[in-house]
């Protein structure tokens, strides 16, 4: 078994931060990218930010600059640093990482529960 365990949403006003955490844990031989997505109510999920093995990151136009992805090889943790944060940022938040569970098996995406992010104006 694979599990994905977030932590850190809330609500906060507009102009503050937060801090997201992610571990992942269980059978695990390799992990590539993981990331974080957010869906808010209405809306597609879409992806916020992801980080390779080798910590090349990718993030949203909506969140360049605000956010900050990093990750810890060793842990198997991804954290989320979101600065300046917006009403529009208000969302589920979704750890995501893609995962080999043993050698031989190929790549499958494995996701969290979600958090929710609530932002006040």
């Known amino acids: 078994q694979v599990q994905l365990v977030e932590s850190g949403g809330g609500l906060v006003q507009a102009g503050g931060s937060l801090r997201l955490a992610c571990t992942a844990s269980?059978?695990?031989?390799?992990?590539?990218?993981m990331g974080w997505y957010r869906q808010a109510p209405g809306k597609q999920r879409e992806l916020v930010a992801s980080?390779?093995?080798?910590?090349?990151?990718n993030y949203a136009d909506a969140v360049w600059g605000r956010f900050t992805i990093s990750r810890d090889n060793a842990k198997n943790t991804v954290d989320l640093q979101m600065n300046s944060l917006k009403p529009e940022d208000t969302a589920v938040y979704y750890c995501?990482?893609?995962?080999?569970?043993?050698?031989?098996?190929?790549?499958?995406?494995?996701w969290g529960q979600g958090t929710q992010v609530t932002v006040s104006s």
């Open positions: 995501n990482a893609a995962i080999r569970r043993y050698w031989y098996q190929s790549e499958s995406d494995y």
């Open positions: 269980g059978s695990i031989f390799s992990i590539n990218a």
């Open positions: 980080v390779t093995s080798g910590d090349r990151k």
